[in-house]
């Protein structure tokens, strides 16, 4: 089973200065194993919106292999 978390993180841009986002893991989880698979940072700059977005991939099973895509078009919706 595939378990996806939100990481929240204190980032830097020389244009921006400091700033909170919210990337997105995924983890392979097996009985009392669990490994993280993969790490999408500074997806999110909104909190809510990347809880929404991990409890739906969640909810789906999505494959980790669809992730990138799937942040792709959910950035580009603006949803």
């Known amino acids: 089973m595939y378990e996806y978390c939100v990481?929240?993180?204190i980032l830097y841009n020389s244009q921006l200065g400091?700033?909170?986002s919210y990337g997105i893991s995924v983890?392979?989880?097996e009985e009392k194993f669990r490994?993280?698979?993969d790490y999408f940072s500074d997806v999110?700059?909104?909190e809510k919106k990347a809880s929404d977005?991990?409890?739906l991939c969640n909810e789906l099973e999505l494959?980790?292999?669809h992730l990138a895509e799937v942040i792709e078009d959910t950035l580009?919706?603006?949803k």
Do not use: H, I, N, Q
């Open 7 to 9: 990481e929240k993180e």
């Open 18 to 20: 400091r700033y909170t």
């Open 27 to 29: 983890f392979l989880v």
């Open 35 to 37: 490994e993280k698979l």
């Open 44 to 46: 999110f700059l909104d």
């Open 53 to 55: 977005f991990v409890l």
């Open 63 to 65: 494959e980790p292999v």
């Open 76 to 78: 580009l919706s603006g």
